[in-house]
């Protein structure tokens, strides 16, 4: 089944610096989304970005999207401490659930 | 963690035995799911429901069971079956648009 791909696995940066995280799948999709997950818990939903749209912003969130080379990434601008999380993408055609990446996981340090 | 209730949060079972995990919901999505989750992985697909009385096997049902007799509900039995039960079990559902929103997860250790 197809699969985003997250990169890199995991990143670690000072608080206030920018993050970017990218993912890769394999075949055409309907939509992409990406999640947050703290540890040990259920993850949030972030940013949907549909196949037609190529950039997304939400607050400190910024999505690209570039179907032709089959990508997308997350830039978190400013950081925080807080922003500590693993985070996911997922991808889905029509009628099919969303297949997630194994996640990158940030660290900000203060 | 939206709508969605998952109990326990913890749940710990001899090798053996099945088991169930509750997941409800309120937010009137046709749409529920399964995921597990091991250590340091992405999320794996057990099972999904798009509609009461129906539902698919995912990537991983082979040891897992489910029934969707209610909208608001959705649960998974873990049978003696599956070989490596202990994980991280999340349950979600979605809208129309396709937008997921999990639960806050079952944390299962099978000794």
């Known amino acids: 089944s197809q699969q985003g791909e997250e990169d890199p696995q995991a990143l670690s940066i000072q608080e206030g610096e920018n993050a970017t995280m990218n993912c890769s799948y394999k075949?055409?999709?309907?939509?992409l989304q990406w999640y947050r997950q703290n540890s040990g818990r259920g993850l949030v939903h972030l940013i949907l970005i549909r196949s037609n749209e190529r950039e997304k912003h939400s607050g400190r969130l910024r999505v690209t999207l570039d179907t032709s080379k089959k990508s997308s990434s997350l830039l978190i601008t400013a950081s925080r401490a807080a922003d500590t999380a693993s985070y996911f993408c997922?991808?889905?055609?029509?009628?099919?659930?969303?297949?997630f990446g194994k996640g990158t996981r940030l660290s900000v340090i203060a | 963690d939206g709508g969605i209730t998952q109990s326990p949060k913890y749940l710990f079972r001899k090798e053996g035995q099945n088991v169930t995990l509750s997941c409800e919901q309120n937010l009137n999505h046709d749409a529920m799911y399964w995921y597990r989750q091991d250590p340091g992985q992405g999320l794996r697909l057990i099972y999904y429901?798009?509609?009461?009385?129906?539902?698919q096997k995912g990537d991983i049902a082979e040891g897992y069971s489910v029934s969707r007799e209610k909208k608001e509900s959705f649960p998974l039995t873990v049978t003696s079956a599956q070989k490596n039960p202990t994980a991280f079990y999340l349950c979600?559902?979605?809208?129309?648009?396709?937008?997921?929103?999990f639960g806050p997860g079952t944390r299962l250790t099978v000794t």
């Open positions: 075949t055409s999709i309907n939509n």
């Open positions: 979600a559902s979605s809208t129309r648009e396709g937008m997921v929103y």
């Open positions: 429901s798009q509609i009461v009385n129906d539902f």
């Open positions: 997922a991808t889905d055609t029509r009628n099919t659930p969303l297949v």
